[in-house]
């Protein structure tokens, strides 16, 4: 009609080959990867983030440097991503909300809420902010919701 023709092919996706697959099981084994963007580079490169400045809780006062430097430390020994997510997991405890706006408590969208702490001697535990336990650990908000959803299927 117009005189040329349209592709209909798409374009293949790289991700979605073997090659991608055998790196993708590699990295769960807590393997090192071959190419160029290998798991010391990338940690190399993170750093222990600033702690939360304006929190009610006061994080920053809680938590010395130390401490803190300490769990990234431990935290990035972990070979493999189990570990790590097993880590994390330990230290977000899922409790029930206690409060409720909605008359009805079928109508509330959210039915739990998150404590979060960080450990500073062998049993003893501190509850922080989220931002202090993701910029102790260098870890983003995806990742939590991560573990999360993994710990409550497995639980349910």
């Known amino acids: 009609m117009y005189g040329f023709k349209f592709s209909t092919r798409k374009?293949?996706?790289?991700?979605?080959?073997?090659?991608?697959?055998?790196?993708?099981?590699?990295?769960k084994q807590g393997k090192k990867r071959s190419d160029q963007w290998s798991y010391e580079i990338i940690k190399a490169n993170l750093k222990l983030k600033e702690p939360c400045k304006k929190c009610r809780m006061k994080c920053n006062t809680k938590v010395s440097e130390e401490i803190r430097a300490r769990l990234y430390d431990e935290f990035f020994q972990l070979e493999d991503l189990t570990a790590q997510r097993n880590?994390?997991?330990?230290?977000?405890?899922?409790?029930?909300k206690r409060r409720f706006t909605t008359e009805n408590i079928e109508d509330s969208q959210r039915v739990y809420t998150y404590r979060y702490f960080l450990p500073v001697a062998d049993e003893t535990t501190i509850r922080v902010c989220k931002i202090m336990l993701l910029h102790t650990l260098g870890l983003t908000s995806r990742t939590i919701k991560t573990v999360l959803g993994y710990r409550d299927r497995r639980s349910s």
């Open 87 to 96: 880590f994390v997991s330990k230290f977000v405890k899922r409790i029930k």
């Open 11 to 27: 374009t293949p996706n790289p991700k979605d080959g073997p090659i991608a697959a055998s790196t993708s099981s590699q990295r």
